[in-house]
T-cell receptor, first 110, second 114 residues
Framework: GQQLNQSPQSMFIQEGEDVSMNCTSS?????WLWYKQDPGEGPVLLIA?????ELTSNGRLTAQFGITRKDSFLNISASIPSDVGIYFC??????????FGTGTSLTVIP | DADVTQTPRNRITKTGKRIMLECSQT?????MYWYRQDPGLGLRLIYY???????NKGEISDGYSVSRQAQAKFSLSLESAIPNQTALYFC?????????????FGSGTRLTVV
């Protein structure tokens, strides 16, 4: 199957700091999504990207669709305790099946 | 009520037992999926279904089977559970229109096989 690698695998940051994480794929996608999973819950969609180079924001979150179409980036500004969770990227070409990354676990220290 | 409901939320079962995980949705979506989540491996697709008569294997279907009883219901069975099937299982749905609006996930079923 498709291999999506996320880095870093885990992050421990102080409240108020900015966060950056990325996702790289072994193949090209035409849609990238970013999800957040709170403890004990299923992933929830944060941002969807449909075009290479696209930059999209959702509040303090900003995601970018890489120019090569093999990568995507997520930034969180001014982190707060409720940002804690696991962040997953996902990609698709057909919309029929999404491939998920390995996840980045974020811990925010108050 | 949640849009995608999974039952049970937690289950402990013995090796060799048959177990069924159930998923129901009120989204009206045609497409339903079963994923398994393991630490460090992310979410891997087990089976998916685009309508009641359609069943497709995903990346890791061995040892699992599914049944799409109705548009709103999609169940996952482990015919003879083994310890390495211990994982968090998620059901998800998506809309037929390209699916690029992403999935709606259930809250997960934590399965432990002892």
């Amino acid at each position: 199957g498709q291999q999506l690698n996320q880095s870093p695998q885990s992050m421990f940051i102080q409240e108020g700091e900015d966060v950056s994480m990325n996702c790289t794929s072994s193949s090209i996608f035409n849609t990238w999504l970013w999800y957040k999973q709170d403890p004990g819950e299923g992933p929830v969609l944060l941002i969807a990207l449909y075009k290479a180079g696209e930059l999209t924001s959702n509040g303090r979150l900003t995601a970018q669709f890489g120019i090569t179409r093999k990568d995507s980036f997520l930034n969180i500004s001014a982190s707060i305790p409720s940002d804690v969770g696991i962040y997953f990227c996902a990609g698709t070409n057909t919309g029929n099946q999404f491939y998920f990354g390995t996840g980045t676990s974020l811990t925010v220290i108050p | 009520d949640a849009d995608v409901t999974q039952t049970p939320r937690n289950r402990i079962t013995k090796t060799g037992k048959r177990i069924m995980l159930e998923c129901s949705q009120t989204k009206g979506h045609d497409r339903m999926y079963w994923y398994r989540q393991d630490p460090g491996l992310g979410l891997r697709l087990i089976y998916y279904s685009f309508d009641v008569k359609d069943i497709n294997k995903g990346e890791i279907s061995d040892g699992y089977s599914v049944s799409r009883q109705a548009q709103a219901k999609f169940s996952l069975s482990l015919e003879s559970a083994i310890p390495n099937q211990t994982a968090l299982y998620f059901c998800a749905t998506s809309d037929r229109t390209g699916g690029d609006l992403g999935y709606t996930f259930g809250s997960g079923t934590r399965l432990t096989v002892v």
